[in-house]
């Protein structure tokens, strides 16, 4: 081969090289950018669960505190019901004896 076929081989092949570079520098930045976009996903799907777990927390919170409150309802209805059956009790034991009394007036 003459020394202008090697430059010619040479210089083909350069071209190919660098065309070779910059379709496979193309692919990276194809790739780094679709990995920044997953990347990005994730961060807003994490967030999304940070602020559902919040959310699920506050709902928590506010579910105890109002057990607690019918569980305070239910237990002050629960002894006014005493206090109204002791006093209902008290009327008809305080009846009968006036009935007795008055039959034995009669």
């Known amino acids: 081969m003459s020394d202008k076929d090697l430059v010619k ?14 379709d496979a520098l193309d692919k990276i930045k194809s790739k780094e950018s ?10 807003h799907s994490t967030q999304d669960v ?8 506050d709902q928590n919170r506010q579910i105890a505190d109002l057990r607690a409150r019918l569980d305070t309802k239910d237990r002050l209805l629960g002894e006014a019901l005493q206090k109204i059956k002791g006093i ?3 009327s008809t034991e305080k009846t009968q004896p006036e009935e007795i009394s008055t039959e034995d007036e009669e």
Do not use: C, F, P, Y
């Open 50 to 57: 940070q602020t559902v777990g919040h959310k699920i927390s």
């Open 9 to 22: 081989e040479l210089k083909a092949e350069i071209v190919d090289l660098v065309k070779d570079r910059d």
């Open 88 to 90: 209902h009790e008290d």
């Open 34 to 43: 679709r990995m920044k976009q997953v990347l990005i996903k994730l961060e």
